[in-house]
C-alpha cells in the first residue's frame, strides 16, 4: 500500500514537470519566432533549449511508464493475497472477504486490510 501511494505521488509531481515544461517550450517557440527575424544566433539558442527540454520530457515520460508498470504489479499482487484469504472462507464468508478488503483499498486503512485478511471481518 504504501509503495502505491509513492507512485501516485510520483505521477503527480511528475504530471506537473510536464506542464511547467510545456509552458517553457511555448515560451520558448515564441521567443524563437521573434528572434527569426532579427537575430539568428538566438533563434538556434531557443530551439535547442526547446530540444533539451523535449529530452528532459522523454525521460519523464519513461520514468511515468515505468511507475505505472510498477503500480500494475503491485495492484496484483494484493489482489492475490486477497483472493488467498478469500479462497480459505467459505460461501457468504468469501465475498464478505473481497469487499472489506476493497473498502479497506478504497479508505487507504493497511491496518484494516491485514485485520480483514487475518480474521475475515472489520
Same mark, same amino acid.
Not at 517553457?24 to 527575424?37: H, M, P, T, W, Y
Given at each position: 500500500?504504501?509503495?502505491?501511494?509513492?507512485?501516485?505521488? =510520483?505521477? @503527480?509531481?511528475?504530471?506537473?514537470?510536464?506542464?511547467?515544461?510545456?509552458?517553457?517550450?511555448?515560451?520558448?517557440?515564441?521567443?524563437?519566432?521573434?528572434?527569426?527575424?532579427?537575430?539568428?544566433?538566438?533563434?538556434?539558442?531557443?530551439?535547442?533549449? @526547446?530540444?533539451?527540454?523535449?529530452?528532459?520530457?522523454?525521460?519523464?515520460?519513461?520514468?511515468?511508464?515505468?511507475?505505472?508498470?510498477?503500480?500494475?504489479?503491485?495492484?496484483?499482487?494484493?489482489? =492475490?493475497?486477497?483472493?488467498? =484469504?478469500?479462497?480459505?472462507? @467459505?460461501?457468504?464468508? *468469501? *465475498?464478505?472477504?473481497?469487499?472489506?478488503?476493497?473498502?479497506?483499498?478504497?479508505?487507504?486503512?493497511?491496518?484494516?486490510?491485514?485485520? @480483514?485478511?487475518?480474521?475475515?471481518?472489520?
Amino acid at each position: 500500500m504504501d509503495k502505491l501511494t509513492e507512485i501516485q505521488n =510520483a505521477r @503527480v509531481r511528475l504530471e506537473a514537470d510536464i506542464a511547467d515544461k510545456l509552458a517553457q517550450i511555448r515560451n520558448l517557440i515564441i521567443k524563437a519566432e521573434d528572434s527569426r527575424i532579427n537575430d539568428l544566433k538566438e533563434l538556434i539558442k531557443h530551439y535547442d533549449e @526547446v530540444n533539451a527540454i523535449n529530452s528532459e520530457m522523454i525521460n519523464g515520460h519513461n520514468i511515468k511508464l515505468q511507475n505505472y508498470e510498477e503500480g500494475v504489479e503491485t495492484m496484483k499482487k494484493i489482489n =492475490a493475497i486477497i483472493q488467498k =484469504a478469500s479462497r480459505i472462507r @467459505v460461501g457468504q464468508h *468469501s *465475498s464478505h472477504v473481497i469487499n472489506h478488503c476493497r473498502n479497506c483499498i478504497k479508505n487507504n486503512s493497511l491496518e484494516g486490510l491485514i485485520k @480483514v485478511i487475518r480474521t475475515g471481518g472489520l
